[in-house]
């Protein structure tokens, strides 16, 4: 493997998660999946959004560069490969379409003091859905609280993500178009997305 940090971003229904274990079990490596369950604000979130956004999004950013800062700080001589279902700047991305005005401005400005002490993933895979599939895989899940997302939230998300994608060319990227793809179910499509990774890919942005 010629990457050591591997972070998997994409919207909500994506499949980061499921990917981002079975990659880590079978390449041995560490592994950071994000803790949203333990936030006491999404599920208020979702009922009444503009009342728990600020909130929401400042638990998220403590929540995640706490998490990554412990991981990053403390590398594994026995695991030297980390795996990440996120990246820091998935927060941005969310709280741009969430956040307005002073409460927008006040959390950017605490976010760029914290994500610039991160280091930037060696490899990035956005799993690109349409928003069909995207609502088809969270109503399968089952999570009471995201029965209710929008077409419309769905598609800021992803159009934030590939405005940031847009933004950093000079990033090691691999937009994948999963859209034919069972990862979870099918052997031979998750085989394709891990010989994807064996590749040196030089940096930029790939769009497979």
Same mark, same amino acid.
Request: charged share 25%; aromatic share 6%; with cysteine.
């Given at each position: 493997m010629n990457y050591r &940090? $591997?972070? $998997?971003?994409? #919207? !909500? *229904? #994506? *499949?980061k998660t499921s990917l981002a274990q079975r @990659? /880590? #079990?079978? +390449? *041995? /490596?560490?592994? !950071?999946?994000?803790q949203f369950e333990d936030n006491p604000f999404l599920p208020k979130f979702y009922k009444e959004p503009e009342k728990y956004a600020f909130p929401l999004e400042l638990s998220f950013l403590a929540?995640?560069?706490?998490q990554l800062s412990?991981?990053?700080s403390l590398p594994d001589m026995f695991q030297p490969i980390l795996i990440s279902d996120y990246f820091i700047q998935? /927060?941005? $991305?969310f709280a741009r379409n969430t956040?307005? *005005?002073?409460?927008l401005n006040l959390y950017q400005r605490l976010f760029h003091i914290m994500a610039? $002490? @991160?280091?930037?993933?060696? +490899?990035?895979? &956005? +799993?690109?859905l349409p928003i069909a599939s995207l609502q088809a895989n969270i109503r399968k899940r089952g999570r009471e609280y995201e029965q209710e997302i929008s077409d419309q939230y769905l598609s800021r998300l992803q159009e934030g993500y590939l405005d940031y994608i847009r933004q950093h060319p000079r990033q090691r990227i691999l937009v994948i178009d999963t859209s034919g793809l069972d990862f979870v179910n099918q052997d031979a499509d998750y085989r394709h997305i891990f010989d994807l990774l064996q590749k040196d890919w030089h940096r930029g942005v790939h769009y497979l």
């Open positions: &940090y $591997i972070c $998997i971003e994409g #919207a !909500i *229904g #994506a *499949g @990659l /880590s #079990a079978e +390449l *041995g /490596s560490r592994l !950071i999946l994000e929540s995640r560069f706490q412990d991981k990053l998935k /927060s941005l $991305i956040l307005t *005005g002073d409460e610039d $002490i @991160l280091p930037v993933p060696d +490899l990035m895979l &956005y +799993l690109h």
